[in-house]
């Protein structure tokens, strides 16, 4: 498997973290590639051919055709499935990044793979264009045909929600380990409020947004310190019961940590270095 990353074009900086493309070479009938850990983040990806698609939440398959989807947050990991070798290219966006561009409700999405029509409105260019980039093997060329059309995408509304992109800073400068209620005071806001605007334009909880980030500082301190025992990385993420750190781990990630960190897992490692891009603002606009 080979996985490649680049930063988008400034312009897009606010609302995209990266470019990125995974090409299995092997059948994944077998052997399903496990993909898109949850992390806060939006993905809206180009596939080159026929594939399922499963959250590990479900028991059930979705087929998925050669085409453009939009996948919303994931509260727990994706897998798919190929007969044959697959390419799949995706824009990997901000968790405030669609507050001002999708209206409906953005836990509508959540745990899901949309066809990105049913999401957006999307005219004939864009529809050639999308298969264009389905269908270019090229990765220059396809990173050019993918700066059109997240420009197409973000035309409609290029400003962020300013608020909400300080508050989940907030939690994310803090890995996650905070108090909800720090929010409610830092920001002057109330608890129904925040939720309802959270559940709305990011699609996840404070909670649950402060829960999977404090996981991805899991995985980034167990990637920094292997040798480093679990009791002592749970403590160092700001647990303070063992119970509590199994209890949250499993409920991310549907296994045990001690059965999650002996698999051998290259996706793994690429989700490790993309947190820690984010937590060291690697792909904050300001930074790069």
């Known amino acids: 498997m080979i996985y490649k990353e680049t930063l988008p074009d400034h ?8 470019y990125w493309h995974i090409f299995s070479d092997e059948r994944l009938a077998k052997d399903p590639l496990e993909m898109f850990l949850p992390t806060c983040t939006f993905n809206i990806i180009f596939i080159d051919s026929p594939s399922i698609v499963r959250s590990n939440s479900q028991t059930k398959w979705m087929r998925l055709q050669r085409g453009a989807y939009f996948i919303g947050q994931t509260n727990t990991s994706l897998s798919f499935k190929s007969k044959s070798a697959v390419n799949i290219t995706g ?9 001002n561009l999708i209206k ?9 793979i949309v066809a990105l029509e049913k999401v957006f409105s999307l005219d004939k260019i864009t529809h050639l264009l999308i298969q264009r980039i389905s269908m270019e093997s090229k990765a220059i060329i396809q990173e050019q045909l993918i700066n059109e059309f997240t420009n197409i995408l973000l035309s409609k509304a290029m400003s962020v929600d300013e608020n909400l992109r300080a508050q989940l800073n907030f939690i994310m400068l803090r890995h996650g380990s905070i108090r909800i209620r720090e929010l409610f005071e830092e920001f002057n806001v109330s608890k129904v409020t925040l939720h309802k605007h959270f559940i709305n334009k990011v699609g996840l909880s404070p909670k649950k947004v402060s829960q999977i980030w404090r996981m991805n500082r899991i995985l980034q301190l167990k990637e920094e310190f292997p040798d480093m025992s679990l009791t002592s990385i749970g403590l160092e993420a700001g647990f303070y019961d063992q119970a509590h750190f199994i209890k949250d781990f499993n409920s991310i ?3 045990t940590p001690f059965k999650f960190f002996a698999q051998k897992s290259s996706l793994i490692e690429i989700t490790n270095l993309n947190i820690s891009k984010r937590f060291t603002n690697q792909y904050d606009p300001i930074v790069s």
């Open 253 to 255: 990630f549907k296994i």
């Open 91 to 99: 824009v990997r966006f901000k968790p405030f990044a669609f507050a």
């Open 11 to 18: 312009l897009f900086s606010h609302h995209v973290e990266s």
């Open 104 to 112: 409906n409700p953005l836990i509508d999405f959540n745990d899901s």
